[in-house]
């Protein structure tokens, strides 16, 4: 996933549809985008060309382009994190992606997002993740199909995620937001207990029985709720609905809850636009769109200013034949220029090579760090209830040195742990290249044990 880029000046947000398209323009001012100009464009004609298109004076103004995707496809959690570091909440959400996603994580693309918890203090920040897991597929095909309607997106939205957190909870609430039409309508729900965002989840309503499905899944996430600790007892409702589609989900939810049910107007599709960009000029962690798929428009982007470069060179070379011992002598000075220049890109280089040598060092720190944690995950896992675990360290950055004690009739559970950390396994690979048998010495009714394993590194990878 790519990193947030440097502020725009501009930013569209573009609002797919069966019939018409909707293009909202904002001027970014401050940080805060402000709106700049609305098109309603029918899905047969091309967007206006001075709004999307992507030609040299992007080198000078950058445009952020957003999409709304419709909600196929796409999953939400809400992951209860301690407080991190911008840069840091990637990570923490990539290291459990696959007990989060529905799906492999190689078959998925994800953003994170961080809401901090109200009641969170300096000794024990909160923070909740909601992480948006869309299917790779369905994100490429979504993104193929903007771009066949001229649309190039930078960055993909949902526009419920927006709706839900436009404005703030307090207490306890159970937050229904509708969107769709006619048979696609979708519901998002957002718990929140104590003003904490706790569980987040996206359904599709059917035209018959929705009530009846609704419920079923307000009921199941409410038990698993009371068996997480964090809800005691059943939250007032409110539904972000026009009027036409909340009615038939009133009365359930009121026997449901047993408190009265508020209906609340959404917002404006220009507001919840304006929502969605200013949303978009915040750090974020990631895009939902592949960087694979971002590499290739930025090289479809940059040959199209080749072509269009190449052809006006051509035509100013027609024109500059008649003053070409000017230009000569014009060219001369450049390439003096070009020099200086060369010259200067030179110590730019070397100090790129040990910038790259210092991220490189980082990487391996990182690797070391995560493969100490799966040693000592399998140790913990794997070690027999009749042995005692008195030391587990590194040697040299790759060997795990374990040693312990037991009773002398427990030597064979001594060689059965030995010969589990043997088959333990890591991304499909075996987590230790070696595992050395163990040495045991008895000391009177007792058995200390020790053994070595030396850790798999993948290659390429100092020790």
């Known amino acids: 996933m790519s990193k947030a880029s440097s502020m725009p000046h501009a930013c569209t947000v573009l609002v797919p549809g069966k019939g018409d398209r909707h293009l909202y323009q904002f001027a970014v001012q401050k940080g805060a985008a402000s709106p700049a100009g609305q098109w309603d464009v029918a899905a047969d004609k091309p967007l206006p060309a001075h709004v999307v298109s ?24 809400a992951v209860q994190l301690p407080a ?3 840069g840091e909440l990637a990570g923490m959400i990539e290291f459990q992606l696959e007990k989060l996603s529905p ?7 994800w953003t994170v997002e961080s809401i901090p918890h109200p009641q969170a203090t300096p000794e024990a920040p909160q923070q909740t993740a909601l992480v948006t897991i869309a299917a790779r597929s369905a994100v490429e095909g979504f993104v193929e199909t903007l771009e066949q309607g001229g649309y190039m997106a930078d960055r993909i939205e949902l526009p419920l995620v927006r709706g839900l957190l436009r404005r703030p909870v307090e207490g ?44 079923a899944q307000l009921t199941g996430t409410a038990w698993a709720a009371e068996l997480d600790g964090w809800l005691t007892a059943l939250p007032p409702v409110t539904v972000v609905a026009v009027e036409a589609d909340a009615a038939p989900l009133v009365e359930p939810l009121q026997g449901w809850c047993g408190h009265p049910v508020s209906v609340e107007p959404p917002a404006a599709e220009a507001d919840l636009a304006r ?19 971002r590499s290739r428009q930025r090289r479809q982007y940059v040959d199209a200013l080749w072509v269009k470069g190449l052809t006006a060179l051509a035509m100013t070379y027609l024109a500059g034949v008649f003053v070409y011992l000017a230009v000569l002598t014009f060219q001369k000075s450049s390439v003096d220029t070009l020099r200086d220049e060369t010259r200067a890109m030179a110590t730019q ?72 950390l043997r088959a333990v396994t890591s991304e499909g690979k075996p ?19 020790t053994f070595e394993a030396e850790l798999r590194r993948e290659e390429g990878v100092a020790p």
């Not at 980082?362 to 799966?374: I, T, Y």
């Not at 140790?379 to 030391?391: R, W």
């Not at 163990?438 to 000391?443: L, V």
């Open 54 to 77: 992507r030609d040299w004076r992007l080198l000078l103004r950058s445009r952020l382009d957003i999409a709304w995707m419709p909600p196929e496809s796409v999953f939400l959690r």
């Open 84 to 86: 991190c570091a911008p």
């Open 103 to 109: 799906m492999p994580p190689a078959q998925v693309v």
């Open 172 to 215: 306890d609430q159970l937050r229904i937001v509708l969107g769709g039409v006619a048979d696609q309508q979708v519901a998002l729900l957002g718990w929140w207990s104590g003003g904490v965002l706790r569980d987040v989840s996206l359904i599709r309503l059917p035209v018959q029985g929705a009530a009846d499905l609704l419920l």
């Open 275 to 293: 929502l969605t960009a200013d949303h978009a000029l915040q750090p974020s962690a990631s895009s939902l769109i592949p960087d694979e798929v």
């Open 349 to 420: 280089y070397t100090n790129t090579l040990q910038l790259k040598a210092r991220v490189r060092v980082l990487q391996e720190q990182v690797a070391l760090r995560f493969a100490a944690l799966d040693c000592w995950n399998a140790v913990v896992e794997k070690l027999p209830e009749a042995l005692t675990l008195v030391q587990m360290d590194f040697k040299n950055g790759r060997t795990l040195l374990i040693n312990g004690n037991a009773s002398e009739s427990d030597r064979a559970e001594v060689i059965r742990f030995n010969d589990l």
């Open 431 to 449: 987590l230790f290249s070696e595992v050395k048998p163990a040495t045991m010495t008895p000391r009177g009714s007792s058995l200390s044990w």
